[in-house]
């Protein structure tokens, strides 16, 4: 059972890294850098969704494409890897930081959106209620994984933990933690 | 030495759940529900450090205030009686979690100051560098303790974990751990 959640996250990881680094690196980088295909995407999904982000973000989330190309794109390979190996205990809590500002930049997404005047800008925006529920509708399903993640990683507090003893008779196995525990008090 | 960081930690979200309540919370109740100081301090803060932020907050600003409301202000109650406790286990993911969002916020607030173009602005916001400069060295100091908070609790692994075993012999205290490990394999 974890190794079909692994199997998803590995695939996800991949796809995010791949995206991160085609995609959404537009919002920072020169232009000139693109073959033609990255804005030819990106305009037909502007036109079709109607969402104006990615051809135009605002500050806050330029500040958060900087962090994925800086953060998020790095370890989503080394996430991707991991959780193709499988019971890495390492990846636990940097897969929680993950996920958690993964959902922070959605929610932040997700309400400007909803909220927002699009009227006076430059791409077509979001105007009536239909429109906003369509296009966030279309945009939450991306947020599923990561709390998939989140909540998977939460709760398997040993994730990874017998993976670490695999050579070891099994009545060695929690040796290591509790000689550091020992050591401590 | 753990226990000065808990202590450090307990102050901190008191003081946090007090101003999120108080004044944070301004950007998102109606303003009728807030004693006369409130949005004198506000206005007072505004003009001081030409922050216009809090007193005209955007659509994300304003997202990040409702999860402040709904989850970080009632988290933080929790956070400083457990800090206040000392040695409990279970503050150590929730405590990741917290900081994650909250420097994710951070990064978006200090990139909107050190970027948007604030003339078109009702309330003053920084406009030559040194302003943008002086705003964000008075904010960035809100974010140590949340980065303490962060590299503390990623470091300190087994945190509040022999709090668990104080009145049980030193042999057996990872036998909890162990049986589990044993029923999984």
Known sequence: MIRIFEWIFCVFFGFSAVWGLVFD??????????????????????????DPLPLNPPEWLQAFAWCEQLFLVPFSFVAAYAFYKGKQRWIRIPSIIYATHVLTMMVAYMYHLFMHDFSKQKYPGPTTSEERQ???????????IPVLLLVFMVKEENYGMHGH????????SPSRRSERIAKRD
């Open 165 to 172: 003893f695999t050579h070891v008779p099994r009545h060695h």
């Open 134 to 144: 369509r296009l966030i509708t279309t945009i939450l399903p991306f947020g599923i």
């Open 25 to 50: 690196s537009f919002m920072v980088y020169p232009k000139w850098l693109y073959p033609e295909f990255v804005p030819k995407v990106l305009v037909w999904y502007t036109e079709h969704y109607k």
